[in-house]
């Protein structure tokens, strides 16, 4: 048995398989439900009317895709560079940390000037915690997987000790959350009586943004030459160590926003509980956008959807909603196994 | 207590090689894999399964060793995914892994929430007790230290033994090392590269499902979620700290428990005045520290992450 690089590809392939493999996912979860004594075919119902079903469910659905698009996007640009960023979580964090610091009061700004203001240092915030790895990587060569991985644990920690120190809310009755932004550092919401807010329209500026970044610009060419053969980039003459630099700016600036948009848009406040793994589903995002920035928004909207279906069937149907954990990291390996066969073939020899 | 004082109790180094243990199980692990040129970043996910894979076994009333074999087989399961998707199907080893994880660690959670839909308390097992080793445990100091520990913890010393022969001794041991080293040249030896690269990482998935199962059956006496807490990514630093090596991985993990021993006690001595957060990032920071020092001269196994195709350069 051996693969065979295709030497074309039809479109029913690149199409079909990407397909078969959510549906081999759907499939595996399926095989679970009845194991919970559930029928699927409810189940399933019941998820799909949960994420998309009424214009409320299209909503919240939308608003969990917010920060996903952001921390899809994260990984997206760091693995196109083959920069293997896993701490979406800690640059998330970073970002709504800074949210934080810098808008509750201490600069007393009219929204036009704090909230670019805040954007701003969120992105900082999450850049920095991306640099340190990504130099770690480029100067001692270790490798950045573990490194960032641990980073999570590490700033996780630290934001704890922020909200029972100096970020702690004084009139919080005690639990760790910090106080919330000002009226001025909130995103508004896009329509009264709806959650969604002007952090998903980030979200798709930011994704057109990168987007534009990986096809029109000369960095956008550095960042996929470096990560399809970093070895012949630097032949090339292209400065590999200060792209993996710039690389890890953006990815962790991206992530950050991500919290950002979180903290001003929807929550108002920090809490640990803040993020329930969006760095690392981002990473799931990012994989079955096929690290296409534009395709991150549909695959958030679709993980988005898993989760808050999910929820709300679980509600009813009485089917754990780790479910919908379980559904969206097969169809990271089950996309993943579909990509390579669109691109090889089996030989039975 | 004075500080210092603390490092020479015996209780300190009991509890340095009893949270030493798991992650001289995972760590042995995830060096087979690695030195048959496969990192296993399923280690997180696959030691959670086995905690929880261990803890139901046991949970459901069958015996402490029945639940050790349950959680080793869980965990060669998870490995044989992880083997078959990047061995022969040559896939990212650094994206399968993450989703091994994170497939792994769900289906654990969604197990547990099925078998237990409503208990907030995680509840109990009757765990591993202490064996008296007879006489070496009445030796002063190291007697109460090394030789008062559960079964399983002796059961990792023996593994490091175990894996170390195997890797130095065997004609087995020399495939998974050539496998690692260049894949091609062992091909051209007669070994068959998908299949030795496939058998290390199975076994090694195993061991990290012990290392899990003892958290539940020798540590915690229950399973919760998120009680792997980076001891997975840990052990991954600790294989590159230990070049690669049973016995200085053996080592690395050793003083880890040590250091993270060292620092609970610290954490009662000074917890008034430090925030515990920052007693509990050491182990986090020390992993990095440990890896920067170690990486300059790091001889990691040369096909390492390298995807095997037959005939192909």
């Known amino acids: 048995m051996r693969l065979e690089p295709r030497a074309e590809r039809s479109l029913l392939l690149t199409l079909g398989f990407p397909l078969l493999a959510l549906m081999a996912a759907g499939l595996f979860a399926a095989v679970l439900v009845m194991l919970a004594g559930a029928n699927p075919f409810t189940v399933f119902a019941l998820i799909l009317k949960g994420s998309l079903g009424s214009r409320f469910a299209l909503m919240e659905t939308l608003t969990r895709a917010t920060p996903l698009i952001f921390t899809g996007l994260a990984a997206a640009v760091a693995f196109r560079a083959k920069l293997w960023n896993i701490g979406g979580e800690a640059q998330f964090y970073a970002g709504a940390v800074m949210t934080v610091v810098f808008g509750t009061g201490l600069l007393p700004l009219p929204a036009p000037l704090l909230i670019p203001v805040l954007m701003f240092a969120a992105m900082l915030g999450g850049a920095a915690i991306l640099y340190a790895p990504a130099f770690l990587k480029t100067r001692f060569g270790v490798d950045e997987v573990v490194t960032t991985l641990l980073f999570n644990f590490i700033f996780l920690l630290f934001v704890s000790l922020l909200l029972e120190g100096p970020l702690k809310d004084p009139m919080g009755l005690g639990w760790p959350q910090s106080k919330k932004v000002i009226a001025d550092a909130q995103l508004p919401r896009l329509m009264k009586g709806l959650r969604l807010h002007w952090g998903f329209v980030l979200a798709l500026t930011a994704a057109f943004v990168v987007w534009f970044i990986d096809r029109r610009t000369v960095l956008g060419y550095e960042m996929r030459a470096v990560g399809h053969n970093a070895k012949a980039a630097h032949f090339a003459g292209i400065p590999v160590a200060r792209v993996i630099a710039k690389t890890a700016l953006i990815s962790g600036g991206l992530a950050a926003l991500g919290g950002f948009s979180e903290v001003a848009g929807l929550k108002g406040n920090l809490t640990l509980d803040l993020s329930p793994g969006f760095g690392y589903t981002g990473i799931v995002v990012a994989m079955l956008a096929l690290l296409n920035p534009l395709g991150v928004i549909a695959a958030a909207v679709f993980v988005a959807a898993v989760f808050v279906g999910a929820d709300a069937m679980s509600r009813s149907a009485g089917v754990p909603s780790y479910i919908a954990h379980v559904m969206v990291a097969a169809s990271l390996l089950t996309m993943v196994t579909a990509v390579m066969f669109t691109r090889h073939r089996l030989r039975w020899r | ?313």
């Open chain 2, 1 to 313: 207590m004075d500080v210092l004082a603390i490092l020479f109790t015996t209780a300190l180094w009991a509890a340095a090689i009893r949270i030493a243990s798991p992650l001289i199980f995972a760590t042995l692990g995830e060096l087979l894999c690695e030195r048959a040129g496969v990192i296993n970043l399923g280690i997180e996910g696959i030691m959670t399964v086995g905690a929880f894979a261990g803890w139901i076994t046991v949970y459901a009333g069958f015996g402490l060793w029945a639940g050790v074999v349950v959680a080793a087989l869980a965990g060669a399961v998870f490995g044989l995914l992880h083997a078959v998707l990047v061995v022969p199907l040559g896939l990212s080893q650094h994206v399968t892994g993450i989703g091994i994880t994170l497939l792994a660690s769900s289906l654990a959670y969604y197990f547990y929430r099925l078998a237990l839909p409503e208990v907030t308390t995680p509840p109990k097992i009757e765990p591993f007790q202490p064996w008296a080793i007879p006489g070496l445990s009445d030796l002063p100091f190291v007697g109460e230290a090394l030789f008062r520990q559960t079964p399983l913890t002796y059961l990792a010393f023996i593994m490091v033994v175990l894996v170390a022969w195997l890797l130095a001794r065997t004609p087995l041991g020399l495939a998974i090392k050539a496998v690692g080293e260049n894949p091609a040249a062992a091909e051209a030896q007669g070994i068959n590269v998908v299949a030795v690269r496939m058998g290390a990482v199975v076994a090694g998935s195993a061991l990290m499902g012990m290392g899990g199962a003892f958290l539940t059956l020798s540590a915690f006496n229950s399973f919760f979620f998120d009680m792997i807490n980076g001891r997975g990514w840990i052990s991954v630093a600790l294989v590159v700290f230990g070049s690669w090596r049973p016995g200085k991985a053996l080592i690395g993990a050793l003083l880890f428990g040590l250091f993270d021993a060292y620092q609970l006690r610290l954490q009662q001595w000074a917890g008034a005045v430090v925030p515990y957060q920052l007693f509990l990032m050491l182990p986090y920071v020390l992993s990095i520290i440990a890896l920067i020092l170690v990486s300059r001269r790091a001889a990691y196994p040369r096909a390492l992450m390298v995807p095997y195709r037959k005939g192909e350069r």
